[in-house]
């Protein structure tokens, strides 16, 4: 059994190419071909099989299906969050609804919803019920991350545990639930199901502390992005909000001047430079994944396998893209 | 057992009213609410449960969570619908993006079709395959349905067969769907069920055929909406394209000159009366309530059951609003 992130994404998108779709109204599955052929880091497929392969030893082609659902849920969600946000590019592509319009984002949307519950539900008879109930527990937690996330843009007064519990919702129960997904598979017990389930958790608040690093700190040739958009948007990251706790309205009164582009950045910078934020949060995504690597580590499995996912929680707090 | 609509439908409404919700961000299901008690003919569940009543003579409460979610699959499509139709009211009140916004209605429609699935799955182990594969297949038709019709509106060569084929999809099979998970859950054979199946897809496309028919030929007054706004709309309903087929070029003639509202109408019923549509549009949709009932004549049933059954689906094709 190989265990690299390269084996799995490559069989994520062989799959990924190989998916049919109903044919009576085919314009309907554009969008979602569309999406899915975009590609992404195929992290939470990735994490369903990688699970599912360690504690198994089985073929991957066994939870294949349950992997193209989770990444499909997970596009499905991208499709109308870019709607919500109006985004113009997703991945460097025009969104779905800037290519075709925002009805063909929304109803495709549903459609991959559906499709998702589909390939979920290809599961041998018994584990059905568990795989349904984890898939669908885990997407209700997404929608209230994203509507706390949606409420909070309105509110200057989010605390830091309220952010980490909007981006455990919005993010990391979605890993969580893959990574719980995979175990189900595999026919793991619900304890170790459960561990990885923390596993998950704790990744997913790593790679988002991270997200929010890179967006302020991080270097834009690697990044592929430009550097500051958080800012810009006055996005409630961990960034803002602990220095909004503790610059002594400081940055409230900047943010309140609305200077240039430029200067903003730069104003805003020199705060989390004060507050000694860029070490802070590096270290916090780190904290969250060693705690990811402490909840796997009572789970029998072979030292390679061990090793990616070790390899992985390191990545999610030190990645530079 | 009683079979009548005020029975099931005061046991649904007991159900929807007792309802809960998860509460990590309440305000996501505020539209979801404020949508399902906005009444309506609660015509799925009613169906979903008359069927179950009918083939096990058993308390309905067995299949009351499909019930509940098989409304709350169909108001979560009239969400979702009324943002893309840019509607402003539904049942007489502002619609959930009207009264909320459009992230609101986008967000709280996914939060409704996953809730939906939840509940579907609520159900002894041995018919949640079943359930759940009849209840996603049904969900994919009416987003197919959806597509079509969102397509037609861009076409002028519809064909009579086409728009029946659309309206199977969009209407017909969520009825036929709930017909046969009402069936599922009684344990009855894949026969009876597929039976039952025939059975709501005729009585749909009886209803929409209706529908059609009410809104160029009903009574305002007892309609409970003005006449003529598919005309208006130049909606491609069963009328338009039958008479855009057969009218020899003066329907499109008065659609393109685009006359007044009042004069519009007027003069597209004048071609509707001249080809006889009213009776022949009538007529067409009692033969769909008579196929209905003749779907499920060798199913063996209480005499009141059947009768329910019966004026149900003649019901669809002569009712006034």
Known sequence: ????????????????????????????????????????????????????AALSRRDI??????????EIFHNFTLLHDDVMDKADLRRGRPTVHRRWNENAAIIS???????????????????????????????????EGQQLDMEFERRMNVTVDEYIEMIKLKT??????????????????????EKLYDYGLALGIAFQLRDDWLDTFGDPAIFGKEIGGDILNRKKTWLLITALGESEGELAAILAENPTDHILIERVRGVYDRLNLNERCSALAESYSQKAIEAIESIEMDADA??????????ASTRSH
């Open 1 to 52: 059994m190989e265990y690299s992130l390269e084996y799995f994404s490559a069989a994520v998108e062989t799959a990924v190419k190989n998916l049919s779709f109903p044919s009576t109204a085919p314009r309907l599955f554009e969008p979602v071909r569309y999406t899915l052929e975009s590609g992404g880091k195929r992290l939470r497929p990735v994490l369903l099989l990688s699970v599912f």
């Open 61 to 70: 082609a066994e939870a294949m299906n349950q992997a193209l659902g989770i």
């Open 109 to 143: 949307g549903d459609a991959m919803l559906t499709y998702a519950s589909m390939l979920m539900s290809k599961c041998p008879a018994d584990r059905l019920a568990a795989v349904n109930e984890c898939f669908n527990t885990t997407a209700m937690g997404v929608y």
């Open 172 to 193: 990391s129960v979605l890993l969580a639930g893959a990574c719980s997904i995979g175990a189900i598979m595999a026919e793991a017990t619900p304890e170790i199901s």
């Open 306 to 315: 061990r090793r990616f996912f070790i390899e992985l929680a390191k990545n």
